[in-house]
């Protein structure tokens, strides 16, 4: 298996290789179209100097005259007409080239050898000691015509600064192997162990720190898989806990109506705790299905599967229709509801916002004593739409209004009104009014009562 490490230096050396080849095509490119000519031109000017300085001359030995400039770096080879041939300086290593181009120098013509020198993609031409890369003049020598070629001594001239290159070219590769195997364990070691911690969150081990100073992507992708960690351990913690409130909520209605299913089994039984048994267990019964449409309700808004039933209405009128279905729980309290309701449109899912207010004007009536009241208002402004319920009961105590949302909470177990509570009802609402785009806030004083305000964008 190919780690990232692996790769990771694998494609640093790649880049290294087909860089360096890439510099010494494109540098032996520009020898040939920019270099080559100018240099060809150069010892041109510079044989024709030979040339004009040994002929102005009173020497008669040409071959003295050539030997005294090759300790300045220079290559020379004359032929005359007889074919007569003599190498002074360093030896070429190829002497062949046409002897057409060798007549052309003893008529008088120059042969440029340099700037015509086949192209060659990976040896420098610059740097081949060959007859053929040299520049050819005619020179006269006693009243005889003589071929005289010349090319610098590249070993003499560059042989030094050829070394100095290939060595610092080996210890730059060299070098950067090096630094590219230890760069790149720096690089992959927080990824070592983000992968780890991700096998150990496999695990079902939430609880992962690790530390790192750096500040590049790696570094903050290691701060927030640690804020994912954390996330996923809150989570965890609140599915186990929902589950124990659920296996406790549908527990306790199963265990009555078991209980008072095997008490009617007797025979004996009086009938009017028959009657008493078999309310028991019809309002149980009755608790199990709401905890059971509430769960699904619940479920259902988790997955945000929701048809798209919005539409723009009046919520004035839906807050009325609600308070005449509740009448009968309110009357019979004798609690007075005051609407104070005016035309104000929201846009939202009808059917779900009415359970919404079902469940808020339901909580109000079951924690308000008999006697209490009940206000419900609407008001608009030029932002948005604002829907209250205030009741008159036993309020909530401040420390509990942080968690009234959450599911299952309930204030105190054994202070709950209403044996039907089920500790959803206000997850519900809460969930509703988030998938709406709008806000619930709750103001509330044990023993004065509560108020739930619900504000929405304007349509």
Not at 132 to 149: I, R, W, Y
Not at 189 to 213: C, E, H, M, S, W
Not at 267 to 278: A, G, M
Not at 297 to 303: N, Q
Request: glycine content about 4%.
């Amino acid at each position: 298996m190919r780690t990232l490490y692996t790769r990771i230096i694998a494609i640093a050396f790649m880049i290294i290789i087909c860089s360096a080849l890439l510099a010494f095509i494109a540098t032996n490119v520009y020898y040939h179209f920019e270099l080559k000519p100018k240099n060809d031109k150069k010892l041109t000017g510079l044989a024709e100097n030979i040339v004009q300085i040994y002929e102005k001359s009173d020497r008669t030995d040409l071959h003295d005259y050539l030997e005294e400039l090759t300790p300045l770096g220079y290559q020379f080879y004359i032929m005359n007409s007889q074919g007569e041939a003599e190498q002074i300086g360093k030896a070429f290593r190829s002497y062949e080239i046409p002897e057409s181009d060798i007549a052309k120098v003893l008529d008088g013509d120059i042969y440029h050898g340099i700037k015509h020198y086949p192209w060659r993609l990976t040896v420098t031409g610059f740097f081949d000691n060959e007859l053929v890369n040299t520049v050819g003049v005619p020179l006269k020598d006693e009243n005889e015509s003589v071929a005289l070629f010349v090319r610098p001594d590249t070993q003499q001239q560059f042989g030094e600064m050829r070394i100095f290159l290939s060595i610092m070219l080996v210890l730059l590769l060299a070098l950067s192997f090096l630094f590219i195997l230890f760069s790149t364990r720096y690089i992959v070691r927080p990824i070592k162990q983000l992968a780890r911690a991700t096998n150990a969150i496999t695990d079902g081990q939430y609880d992962v720190d690790f530390k790192t100073k750096r500040r590049d992507e790696l570094g903050r992708l290691a701060t927030d898989f640690q804020t994912m960690a954390k996330s996923l351990s809150k989570t965890e913690e609140k599915r186990q806990e929902f589950v124990s409130n659920v296996s406790h909520e549908i527990q306790s209605p199963l265990t009555s109506i078991n209980g008072f299913s095997q008490a009617l089994r007797e025979k004996d039984i009086p009938e009017e705790l028959r009657d008493e048994y078999l309310q028991i267990i019809e309002k149980e019964s009755k608790r199990l299905s709401l905890l059971s449409k509430q769960l699904l309700t619940l479920s259902f808004l988790d997955r945000d599967e929701t048809q798209s039933n919005d539409e723009t209405f009046n919520v004035a009128h839906q807050l009325t229709e609600v308070v005449q279905t509740l009448t009968y729980q309110w009357e019979e309290k004798e609690i007075a509801v005051e609407l104070d309701v005016k035309d104000a449109y929201v846009y939202g899912d009808a059917k779900m916002l009415q359970q919404v207010w079902m469940n808020l004007i339901s909580n109000a009536i079951a924690y308000t004593d008999k006697g209490g009241q009940i206000m419900i208002q609407t008001a608009q402004t030029k932002q948005d739409v604002s829907v209250t319920i205030q009741d008159s009961g036993i309020g909530i105590q401040k420390e509990h209004l942080p968690y009234i949302f959450e599911r299952f909470y309930k204030v105190d177990a054994a202070r709950v009104r209403t044996s039907n509570s089920t500790g959803l009802g206000l997850a519900i609402v809460k969930k509703i009014i988030d998938l709406h785009g709008a806000t619930i806030t709750v103001e509330s004083t044990e023993g004065e009562g509560t108020t739930f305000i619900c504000t929405f964008p304007k349509v």
